[in-house]
């Protein structure tokens, strides 16, 4: 099993790297009158950072969700401040940055849903573990 989640961990880091590097061009390529896959711009960032959390997470599972949320929220603003130099040619919004925030959370508030679930169902994570290495013997 530990085979298939590490495997899976390391699809998901590849499959990461290509999201960021897109993800990273449409931040500082020069601004279009449109082209987003929402017609609301508030809208594509809150999917790119949703799915660059959520490949984040599986991608180091060892990680802490913490820090996963700091580095989320560096990387917007910093995106954000980049975008507000002159010769970027973009705009700085804050509330770019917000919907950013808010998809992270939303990332955030399924993975800690998840674990409150397992845990009121009864099951601990050492429960789990337990399971896991029984299993593999």
């Known amino acids: 099993m530990w085979r298939s989640i590490l495997r899976l961990g390391k699809i998901a880091g590849i499959v990461l790297s290509i999201a960021l590097a897109y ?32 490949l984040t997470m599986v991608a180091l599972p060892r990680q802490p969700l913490w820090r996963i949320a700091a580095g989320m929220s560096v990387m917007g603003a910093a995106i954000e401040l980049i ?17 950013e925030m808010v998809a992270v959370a939303a990332v955030y508030a399924v993975i800690l849903a998840a674990r409150m679930r397992r845990t009121f169902a009864g099951e601990s994570d050492v429960d789990e573990e337990a399971r896991t290495r029984n299993a593999a013997e």
């Not at 973009?90 to 919907?99: E, G, I, L, Y």
């Open 23 to 54: 993800t990273l061009y449409e931040a500082f390529k020069p601004a279009s009158d449109g082209g987003g896959l929402f017609p609301w711009d508030k809208a594509d960032h809150f999917s790119a950072f949703f799915v660059l959390t959520g």
């Open 83 to 99: 975008q507000g130099l002159p010769f970027v040619g973009r705009d700085c919004d804050f509330w770019d940055w917000v919907a």
